[in-house]
């Protein structure tokens, strides 16, 4: 064999991938994470090296990574799809409550040769999309069509298939809110869109003002944007706002008016806190108001890992998809068939949030207990933070009315300002970053979300278990009054 | 509340959506699948309105679904796993065998926090990795680094995101095998590149020539494309062949030669049915030809959807990425954790497929039965059937050395090809339909893979059970005598 020539550069460089990967920013797994897990390292490697003795991880919506505890009925159910060859065991009965058996069978039922190992219809299994269709239609009061279901690995490969289908390059916008979930901003630019920014409006707790709306159009237009939809996020995130029906209503109108497909991301719609708001689907918004199918292009965004089951690693979620001709339904299929199927343990989740266990069933009572258990105390958690935010000098912090974050505002002193710039960071990436390399918590800068310009913020998720949250109060509170004293001007 | 306004067409419509989506075609679901679930539902409707009363899937690789049993150690994990909570309890040592609770408590113990319904990492839960990684040694005799692994929802978006990575614009090309897997037409579409296509060589077996590379490499400059990766599929698909060592050299010479990245799909690398051929890993090869990291940019993508598991609903797979600089490894990590994490089920079932029971272990010898039994079975398929088409009049099958596919010839008469251009289809599609109506059985025409110009194939899975295949065989014989006979020249 000819010994190997002398060439060893590497072919790919930064220079010669796509610009549309370079450009994508993801910040709730961005550098600050990198850096929590490089002293999270650190402090298993050499204990006492640091100030504090855990990282305390608020910077993303993962429940189950802080301790939350998954819903025993639905593990039971998942558990015994996954080997039903227990099914005749005299073990089983002892092992599984009555209702997750027959449910499992019934699920098992609907999939062709009960082969949970098979790739299923591109859509997902047709008997989980008549659970899922039968439990909006229970929650809206008004129907819904098992086959306008797409069953996905969580929401986020469906908003990635939608933003694929509608860009078609950079003079196509999507209306996104400001600030947004870093997924939007990702996969626009991955798809080689542009972000059409609207702000919500901090000083009436995040609202969405249709004058907003209207105004940013107008700038997208005039700039050659042709703007193909507008993404709403309710409850919200960052900002955990619940709109009013009222506003949403606008919104349907807005979007009808201008040809808009509406794109409502709702994975948060069991995570409602306060008594004074309600979540209501758009589609339900839609249809109160008389439009139907040929009205408005309306996509639902709906997944398992948030809610009170928070089951973020089983990538569970589906999109209702109303409002489409065929021929653009087929193209949505189409590109739904490339990757096969979602995961089907992913599929089964997604039906059982979508009908969970019902009074009179054995895990009924037990299944409540857990989940009213886990909401009450994201409420009070909530509370909690928002009450120690406000405490802190200079900041301000909105009611978390629903959603699992707060996006509290932070006034920075001009020192703080200018020793960032010195840093090459975003003043409120520094913020951050002192923060975790002096206390462990992990925040994630505003700036990573989008932001007024001249403003700062940060996320933090409501996610820490109830016990850590004095400790957290505690450090962040002695954190800051140090960081405002060290950087007065 | 305002009447609604009268505008009530789609604001989306095929023509102003993305050109690459609805270019992007995927002909394994594809309109014959289409078909096949309609005559399905007319059947399961009315019984007896077809002459036949059940569909034969032999179009897509899903042992399961038809009928493929799962390995049962790989489900009692996975049962474990996800409903931990029953690790006390004694009914759980009846259930579960001794090994796999030891496999499940050990793969827990890797989860931070035993949290299985947590977002892991975005390359995957570490110890998984490194589990997978000393697979891989003990496969290749070479190290892997559980740093270079990334656990994807099954092999398909592994390959997306290298395509996203790779293409900037249609200038850009990827070299596919012709026949190919449609994924890589698919997503090489739908990233806006161009595929570059080389012939595999049917007289030879489905040989892979170099001279075939270098002659097609040329056209692709005179074009002005910039050629930047080689997919190869070993064992083949559809074309089931098992490439020899020698090949695999040139090819790892040729890529290193030219920098391109080399692809591997190597998914089917358990799936080989003849004691002359052996799977050889791309990176084994390169490594003994003493390329190193920095010598061949090399992937190798690897599926739990087959080998003899065939866990295809499960979405499990990896792709080992090697030789590539640091700085563009970070984009890859950057677009893997926009979709935050794969499965946490497929992950733990990907590093299973490459760590199954060892000798000694309560279960290696029924773990071993359940293998040798779906793979010797798999084997006896193959020739049954390749024997069966080359039976058939001016029908030619290679044998099928690997993979769970065959890729036969066929020579159409020229009536057939006249009356296929009066359907509007292609000459194979016209003899899939054909048969699809006449008999219940599911191919899929050759024109979805590519084919020399003027020849016509048709891909047929060797998955149908044992018993299914006798009736499968006839059906075909009778209809294709019947067809050779109507549509005589």
Redo the contacts between chains.
């Keep these: 064999?000819?010994?190997?020539?002398s060439?060893?550069s590497?072919?790919?460089?930064?220079e010669?991938?796509?610009?549309?990967?370079?450009k994508?920013?993801?910040a709730v797994?961005g550098e600050i994470v990198i850096l929590a897990q490089k002293l999270q390292e650190e402090l298993t490697a050499k204990p006492g090296t640091h100030p504090f003795d855990e990282i305390l991880y608020c910077n993303?919506g993962?429940?189950?990574?802080?301790?939350q505890q998954?819903i025993?009925f639905f593990?039971?159910v998942?558990?015994?799809c996954?080997?039903p060859?227990?099914v005749d065991?005299s073990?089983?009965q002892?092992?599984f409550s009555k209702d997750s058996i027959e449910r499992a069978q019934k699920i098992l039922g609907q999939i062709?040769?009960r082969?949970?190992?098979?790739?299923?219809h591109?859509q997902g299994i047709k008997g989980l999309r008549d659970t899922i269709a039968a439990g909006i239609e229970a929650r809206d009061g008004f129907p819904a069509d098992p086959n306008d279901i797409f069953l996905t690995?969580?929401a986020?490969?469906a908003v990635?298939m939608m933003m694929?289908?509608?860009?078609?390059s950079e003079n196509d916008g999507i209306f996104c809110p400001i600030p947004q979930y870093p997924?939007y901003s990702?996969?626009i630019a991955?798809?080689g869109g542009t972000l059409v920014p609207y702000y919500l409006d901090e000083a009436t707790g995040w609202g969405l003002e249709i004058s907003e709306l209207k105004k940013q159009l107008e700038a997208a237009k005039s700039k050659g944007i042709s703007v193909?939809a507008l993404v709403v996020i309710n409850p919200g995130n960052p900002t955990g706002q619940v709109l009013s029906e009222e506003n949403q209503?606008k919104i349907v109108?807005f979007c009808?008016?201008e040809?808009?497909?509406l794109l409502a991301d709702e994975v948060y719609q069991e995570n409602v806190y306060v008594p004074e708001k309600k979540f209501h689907s758009f589609k339900k918004v839609a249809r109160s108001?008389?439009?139907g199918e040929?009205?408005i292009?309306l996509l639902s965004f709906q997944s398992v890992?948030k809610g009170y089951y928070?089951?973020?690693?089983?990538?569970g979620g589906y999109m209702e998809v109303t409002?489409?001709?065929g021929?653009?339904r087929e193209?949505i299929y189409?590109?739904a068939?490339?990757?096969?199927?979602?995961?089907?343990?992913?599929q089964i989740l997604a039906s059982l949030v979508m009908n969970p266990p019902k009074v009179g069933d054995d895990s009924y009572d037990s299944y409540c207990a857990e989940r009213d258990g886990i909401l009450s105390s994201l409420a009070r958690r909530a509370k909690t933070l928002e009450e120690a935010f406000n405490k802190l000098d200079g900041v301000t912090c909105n009611k978390a009315e629903g959603a699992m974050y707060l996006f509290p505002r932070i006034e920075l002193p001009q020192k703080a300002i200018k020793a960032a710039e010195a840093a090459k960071k975003a003043p409120d990436a520094f913020y951050c970053q002192c923060l975790l390399n002096a206390t462990g918590i992990v925040f994630v800068p505003g700036s990573g979300f989008g932001q007024v310009s001249g403003t700062w913020h940060f996320r933090c998720t409501i996610l820490p278990q109830e016990d850590k949250i004095p400790a957290i109060v505690n450090r962040l509170t002695e954190f800051h009054q140090k960081f405002m004293e060290e950087f007065h001007d």
Tied chains: 1, 2.
């Design positions: 064999m000819a010994s190997p020539p060439k060893s590497f072919p790919v460089t930064p010669n991938i796509s610009q549309k990967v370079l994508c920013e993801y797994r993303i993962n429940p189950q990574s802080l301790g998954p025993t593990r039971e998942l558990a015994f996954d080997h060859a227990i065991r073990e089983t002892g092992l062709p040769g082969a949970t190992g098979a790739y299923s591109s690995d969580g986020s490969p990635h694929q289908l509608l860009i078609r997924l990702a996969s991955l798809h193909r209503r109108e009808k008016e040809g808009l497909v108001m008389g439009y040929k009205d292009s890992s928070g089951e973020c690693g089983k990538r409002g489409f001709a021929d653009v193209q189409k590109v068939s490339v990757n096969l199927c979602s995961n089907i343990s992913g």
